[in-house]
């Protein structure tokens, strides 16, 4: 068997358990190889959280995503967040979504609520 599990503290570390997450790759499960690369898993896990975080979406990018996945208009938006000039004030970042937009978005779109709730960024200087 190779080294000792130890904690991932640097890149290099990083790096030599990616290999051996290689080198066991299908190991079977209940054995001491495949064991061995679920406690892997489990410190690349952790490693790469902390190392490589990933914020949530901002709202109006999570909305236009979702719009960009379904294939929706501006206009498709009118039923979930009202009037037309209400659906560029919200995509231009100039109006916040209200709860109720909040609910009907993540009821109609799916999109979830914990997203949609967060602050938005800043309009875009024209």
Do not use: C
């Amino acid at each position: 068997m190779t080294a000792e599990l130890r904690p991932i503290r640097s890149e290099e570390n990083y790096e030599d358990a990616l290999a051996e997450v290689e080198r066991l790759w299908g190991a079977a499960g209940g054995t001491p190889e495949g064991d061995r690369l679920d406690i892997l898993a489990t410190l690349i896990d952790a490693y790469e959280a902390r190392t490589f975080p990933i914020d949530p979406p901002d709202p109006i990018d999570a909305i236009r995503f979702r719009m960009e996945q379904q294939g929706l208009t501006r206009k498709d938006l009118e039923p979930i967040i009202g009037p037309r000039g209400r659906v560029a004030e919200v995509l231009g970042r100039r109006r916040a979504l209200s709860i109720d937009m909040i609910r009907r978005l993540h009821d109609e779109l799916g999109i979830s609520a914990d997203i949609l709730i967060r602050p938005t960024r800043r309009p875009e200087a024209a």
